[in-house]
């Protein structure tokens, strides 16, 4: 069979959508991309051996402008260059976002059958809008079901998350020897993983080195925090001396972030899907600090679903400060009962198989429409 995948704009529908086309090829099903020039997708996507398709699309503009005024013909426009690439297809499978629009609604033209992706607990705007149309929608977290008309077909299968982040639990010993070798770390100390994504988060960032100077007599801790490329220098000024008793490692970047979660005692973070359903999948506690300003709050909704099984503690971005979270880390890394049993629930909470259904799940959609045109 062929399908079409559309996924872009953020690492959180890029990484889901090239791992359910890896568990489409590895059953021997043929997958392209249809994505945008100027984003994450131009480049992962070839990387990861894939077909990739780039297109003219824009986020939905919710105020009165120009932009917002172009908006449809831009939309009406990429709708025809997105038909020719769908022609055929077997399904076309949208990962959520601006970009998954054009190419769904190609496919509706085309007649070929529509499987969609709702990453977050509160579904957006452009899923909401399509699933009216499609064969499917697969749900990362249930409670994104209520959002969406009752004709919807709903499943949930969990959030797919890269093969190299799947191979922590099982790995975890080989891996975390590597990556403190790889990220200057010492054995004997317990580890907490600091991030916001894969653009960082100022706030988060801010607040973990000034944690990082109040707990710098620690000598049984260190620290991991991974500021985006845009903060490392600032943040790198306010960074502890470099003979403190606490260790703190600084990166901008890591393309090996299963070294850092086969390290991590404690994982510190935003509430993207993705990153919610990696710890989840290697079962790491978590103290998650939403992103406030995320669309309709969503961010806050999947630390919310964490939360609640007992895998995450929640701190408000607006409860953030340098001494909250230095005292919420020692809370945390001091009790490590509490610790081990947030990791069990987080390890119960994830969905480590969710690529497999997903691919399952397109599929299906796809005979369905074989078995109807016969």
Do not use: W
């Amino acid at each position: 069979m062929r399908f079409v995948v559309a996924a872009g704009g953020t690492a959180g529908h890029v990484y889901p959508g090239l791992a359910r086309a890896r568990a489409l090829a590895d059953e021997g099903h043929e997958v392209s991309f249809v994505g945008t020039k100027d984003h994450l997708e131009a480049r992962l996507v070839p990387a990861s051996g894939f077909g990739f398709h780039a297109v003219r699309a824009r986020p939905f503009v919710r105020k009165v402008s120009l932009a917002a005024a172009r908006a449809p013909f831009v939309a009406l426009r990429t709708v025809g260059e997105c038909r020719p690439l769908v022609r055929g297809a077997d399904a076309v499978v949208g990962m959520g976002g601006y970009v998954s629009v054009p190419v769904v609604l190609a496919a509706r033209r085309e007649r070929v059958p529509i499987v969609l992706h709702e990453q977050n607990a509160v579904p957006g705007l452009a899923n909401r809008l399509l699933s009216r149309l499609a064969g499917a929608v697969a749900l990362s977290f249930g409670d994104a079901a209520r959002f969406f008309p009752k004709a919807a077909s709903l499943t949930v299968t969990g959030n797919p998350v890269r093969d190299a982040i799947l191979r922590v639990p099982e790995d975890r010993q080989i891996l975390a020897k590597e990556g403190r070798e790889e990220l200057e770390l010492e054995d004997g100390r317990r580890t907490v993983v600091v991030f916001g994504g894969s653009q960082g988060a100022l706030h988060v960032d801010r607040a973990a080195i000034g944690a990082s100077r109040l707990m710098a007599t620690r000598r049984d801790l260190q620290m991991v925090i991974i500021t985006g490329p845009a903060h490392l220098e600032a943040i790198a000024r306010a960074a502890p001396a470099a003979d403190a008793p606490l260790r703190v490692r600084l990166f901008d970047y890591l393309e090996r972030m299963d070294l850092a979660y086969a390290c991590a005692d404690l994982v510190v973070a935003r509430a993207g899907a993705t990153t919610v359903a990696e710890i989840s999948v290697c079962g790491l506690p978590a103290l998650l600090v939403p992103y406030p300003y995320a669309t309709a709050r969503h961010q806050e909704a999947n630390a919310r679903a964490l939360q609640r099984s007992g895998g995450a503690s929640i701190m408000l971005d607006e409860q953030l400060s340098a001494e909250s979270l230095a005292g919420r880390i020692e809370g945390l890394m001091d009790h490590q009962e509490r610790l081990a049993a947030m990791a069990e629930r987080s390890r119960a909470f994830g969905r480590p198989d969710a690529a497999d259904r997903l691919a399952d799940l397109a599929i299906g959609v796809a005979d369905r429409k074989a078995r109807g045109a016969r």
